[in-house]
């Protein structure tokens, strides 16, 4: 199994950011995808969930609004489309298939001015 994130970066507060998750080694459209986000300091937490086909999603209250998740089955990726950032949207990003314990290396995502 591999879950390979890419698209953080450093960027203004204010601006946007697209995090991809490409995976593989496993059936990657039976399953819920999550992003999950931690912080220095902090517990890892669920930022937000995608439904197997994509029809449907949920969001911490933190991120509703400004970010969005998004999957494509034939590509084994999912998204997450993040605007408005924050400083305190800063964390290592990670995608996450729900009922597993598959991870991957994360990416860094920072807003500073």
């Known amino acids: 199994v591999q879950l390979v994130e890419s698209g953080g970066g450093l960027v203004q507060p204010g601006g946007s950011l697209r995090l991809s998750c490409a995976a593989s080694?496993?059936?990657?459209?039976?399953?819920?995808m999550s992003w999950y986000r931690q912080a220095p300091g902090k517990e890892r937490e669920l930022v937000a969930i995608?439904?197997?086909?994509?029809?449907?999603?949920n969001y911490a209250d933190s991120v509703k609004g400004r970010f969005t998740i998004s999957r494509d089955n034939a590509k084994d990726t999912v998204y997450l489309q993040m605007n408005s950032l924050k400083p305190e949207d800063t964390a290592v990003y990670y995608c996450?298939?729900?009922?597993?314990?598959?991870w991957g290396q994360g990416t860094q995502v920072t807003v500073s001015s």
């Open positions: 995608i439904s197997t086909a994509g029809r449907s999603d």
């Open positions: 996450h298939p729900s009922a597993t314990d598959y």
């Open positions: 080694g496993f059936t990657f459209s039976r399953y819920l």
